[in-house]
């Protein structure tokens, strides 16, 4: 990733200020780092790239978190927004997986697979991994990320959000989510492995919408139409 340096601000990828008050920065991140520099595979995504989600959303402009479970392996589709890619790449499986679900529940899709108009309007698109070797899906779920996946979580239950949790890695994280009148929504991960024991089928784009609505809140404009 980054060149040497004993300095963990300046070991890896550097977090957005809004976050970086979080305790795992100061105990967890060097570690991390260490291990990232170490690692002899290409890693993605691009290290500037790694905590785009948490830089375009403080934690106070957060609405929605939907939690999967670590980026794309493939190289150029990991942006460092979950399920999301670059308007000019072809969605992956997973992606399109998801655009039939909100074909089926709200009647439209986006035009491609760029998910950053979700985060400008308050939508987290977090894993509980932020970084993937190529070519080796899960290859850093033990790499020492999901104490911040925990802390982010524990950090965003200081009043009602709603937590969208595809996949068993994310309804592991869902002891983290404390405190009342959350919206939680739990169903099996959107990839072609899983899809259809329990994603399809599961509305969680109305779900949440209605959930905004009957909280006096704007919905999420999903579709982008």
Same mark, same amino acid.
């Given at each position: ?6 300095? =963990?601000? !300046?070991?890896?990828?550097?977090? =957005? ?12 991140? *060097? ?24 830089? #375009? ?5 957060? #609405? ?7 980026? *794309? ?6 942006h460092g927004h979950a399920f999301s890619v670059e ?15 909100? !074909? ?13 108009h979700w985060a400008d309007q308050g939508v987290l ?101």
């Amino acid at each position: 990733m980054a060149g040497p340096s004993d300095d =963990p601000a !300046e070991a890896g990828p550097i977090p =957005p200020d809004a976050w970086r008050h979080l305790s795992f920065f100061e105990r967890d991140w *060097y570690k991390v780092c260490r291990l990232l520099k170490a690692e002899t595979r290409p890693v993605l995504p691009p290290a500037h790239q790694v905590f785009d989600a948490l830089a #375009r959303n403080a934690p106070d402009s957060v #609405r929605v978190v939907i939690l999967g479970q670590d980026p *794309y392996p493939t190289p150029g589709h990991a942006h460092g927004h979950a399920f999301s890619v670059e308007p000019s790449v072809a969605p992956p499986r997973s992606l399109v997986n998801v655009f039939t679900e909100m !074909e089926n529940d709200l009647g439209s899709r986006p035009r491609n697979g760029d998910l950053r108009h979700w985060a400008d309007q308050g939508v987290l698109l977090l894993n509980t991994a932020l970084t993937v070797p190529a070519g080796m899906a899960g290859g850093h779920a033990r790499l020492g990320w999901e104490p911040l996946t925990a802390e982010i979580l524990r950090t965003l239950s200081d009043r009602p959000r709603a937590f969208v949790l595809w996949g068993r890695p994310a309804q592991a994280h869902g002891r983290h989510i404390s405190g009342q009148d959350h919206l939680i929504l739990q169903s099996a991960h959107p990839s072609p492995l899983s899809a259809r024991r329990g994603f399809f089928g599961s509305r969680p784009f109305s779900r949440v919408n209605d959930w905004l609505k009957a909280r006096g809140e704007t919905p999420i404009d999903w579709t982008g139409q």
